[in-house]
């Protein structure tokens, strides 16, 4: 009965590799977000859709390219991945946009 | 723009002791303000939210928070620190829920509360 889930939950990979992460959300929500948690920690919004319309598009490298199927899914495509990708990646949904976000368990990618 | 500072990236409390976590925010709107909790390789869970209305508002664990609008603040307390608290907190803004707005959350750099026996 989990809310918001993203697999995998880790993810090693080499530089130049293209890698997806998958979430989904069975809230019933219509808008998904998706956030990079640097080693430090910081937490920084990248990416939101509502009813599969992409809403926000912060400045993130071309590279990264969402995808939301339906409402209850938002994907994240990287292509060409960097050292810097390295991160914590959550996915999270809410009922609409301004209401509480709910956060998946993240997913850990290393590029090496 | 809005923006989340959260003063002290590390607060050190004994078990049993008074735990505040302080969060100043700008806003240019009526801001809708967050504090979510972080354990160790998990995701982030909601503690409270402030919203409109009441300015104290309570959350879970025992946690509360109070808006201060005239001082920008939303500061996290606990009476009694225990030693299942240990986590990273985050404080976190949202603009409020109109029409061309986003509701993208901006977060703080957090604060890591340390509980010692």
């Known amino acids: 009965d989990t809310a918001v889930s993203q697999t995998p939950k880790y993810l090693v990979t080499q530089m130049g590799n293209d890698k997806s992460i998958k979430c989904e959300q069975n809230?019933?929500?219509?808008?998904m977000y998706w956030y990079k948690q640097d080693s430090k920690k910081f937490l920084k919004i990248m990416f939101s859709y509502n009813n599969k319309e992409l809403i926000i598009n912060e400045t993130v490298p071309n590279r990264f390219s969402p995808k939301s199927p339906d409402k209850a899914h938002l994907n994240l495509h990287i292509n060409s991945l960097e050292l810097g990708d390295s991160a914590v990646y959550f996915c999270a949904s809410s009922l609409n946009r301004g209401y509480e976000q709910f956060f998946g368990p993240g997913t850990r990618l290393t590029v090496l | 723009a809005q923006s989340v500072t959260q003063l002290g990236s590390h607060v050190s409390v004994s078990e049993g002791a008074l735990v505040l976590l302080r969060c100043n925010y700008s806003s240019s709107v009526p801001p809708y303000l967050f504090w979510y909790v972080q354990y160790p390789n998990q995701g982030l869970q909601l503690l409270l939210k402030y919203t409109t209305g009441a300015t104290l508002v309570k959350g879970i664990n025992g946690f509360e928070a109070e808006f201060k609008k005239s001082e920008t603040s939303f500061h996290l307390t606990k009476p009694s620190a225990h030693m299942s608290d240990a986590a990273e907190y985050f404080c976190?803004?949202?603009?409020?829920?109109?029409?061309?707005?986003?509701?993208?959350?901006?977060f703080g750099q957090g604060t890591t509360l340390q509980v010692k026996p």
């Open positions: 976190a803004v949202s603009d409020t829920f109109r029409s061309g707005n986003t509701g993208k959350l901006i």
């Open positions: 809230l019933g929500h219509d808008t």
